[in-house]
């Protein structure tokens, strides 16, 4: 059976290949707790953020983004010696401005799903991808969406991060055209 090439490199990654990258997410607790991640592998590898997605979890009681919102010096500190995740002080203060201007974003929209999604009309855009090499690391649409959060105060989302979490949460189909996966989550945004 054939899977993307990026996924075979580790357990928790051919895991998450095989059961979430691609389907669409339209959950606000997932969609912010894919932002967080996103966020924090800048600079790192996707394998180093998922074999600390649980350990972020429990730190970040469970992406609840009102919870997050009102983190403070204390928590931040605590979060700044917890192994369990990465433990850099800009992007743990991101996680949560950006969780303060998430809930501007479901005030003004209804939700951030509603948001988010707006930016392929809600509708996910398949790609037909022959190698893994061709898939862009960003797009003329992650640039946009870039601006947008960033204009409404959002840290960590260049248009790198956006295009990721565009990829993570189903915005965009990016198997390979030769992955299993590929027609599976096709056939899931065909309803």
């Given at each position: 059976?054939?899977k993307c090439k990026w996924a075979?490199?580790?357990?928790?990654?051919?895991?998450?290949?095989?059961?979430?990258?691609?389907v669409p997410v339209h959950d606000?607790?997932?969609?912010?707790?894919?932002?967080?991640?996103?966020?924090?592998?800048?600079?790192?590898?996707?394998?180093?953020?998922?074999?600390?997605?649980?350990?972020?979890?429990?730190?970040?009681?469970?992406?609840?983004?009102?919870?997050?919102?009102?983190?403070?010096?204390?928590?931040?500190?605590?979060?700044?010696?917890?192994?369990?995740?990465?433990?850099?002080?800009?992007?743990?203060?991101?996680?949560?401005?950006?969780?303060?201007?998430?809930?501007?974003?479901?005030?003004?929209?209804?939700?951030?799903?509603?948001?988010?999604?707006?930016?392929?009309?809600?509708?996910?855009?398949?790609?037909?991808?022959?190698?893994?090499?061709?898939?862009?690391?960003?797009?003329?649409?992650?640039?946009?969406?870039?601006?947008?959060?960033?204009?409404?105060?959002?840290?960590?989302?260049?248009?790198?991060?956006?295009?990721?979490?565009?990829?993570?949460?189903?915005?965009?189909?990016d198997h390979t055209v030769d992955?299993?996966?590929?027609?599976?989550?096709?056939?899931?945004?065909?309803?």
């Amino acid at each position: 059976m054939n899977k993307c090439k990026w996924a075979l490199h580790s357990p928790n990654e051919e895991h998450y290949h095989d059961h979430e990258w691609g389907v669409p997410v339209h959950d606000d607790r997932l969609l912010f707790e894919f932002l967080v991640l996103e966020g924090a592998q800048a600079g790192l590898s996707w394998s180093t953020v998922l074999n600390k997605r649980e350990g972020y979890r429990k730190a970040f009681d469970n992406f609840d983004v009102e919870v997050v919102a009102r983190y403070d010096e204390n928590k931040i500190n605590q979060l700044l010696v917890n192994p369990e995740i990465i433990r850099n002080k800009l992007k743990i203060t991101a996680a949560i401005t950006n969780a303060q201007a998430f809930i501007n974003v479901q005030e003004e929209f209804g939700s951030f799903d509603d948001y988010i999604w707006r930016f392929v009309d809600g509708k996910p855009i398949q790609n037909s991808w022959q190698h893994h090499h061709e898939l862009p690391a960003s797009t003329n649409l992650s640039d946009l969406m870039s601006r947008d959060l960033k204009k409404r105060g959002f840290k960590f989302v260049g248009s790198v991060i956006c295009y990721a979490h565009m990829q993570a949460t189903g915005m965009v189909n990016d198997h390979t055209v030769d992955c299993f996966r590929y027609v599976q989550v096709k056939q899931l945004t065909a309803t």
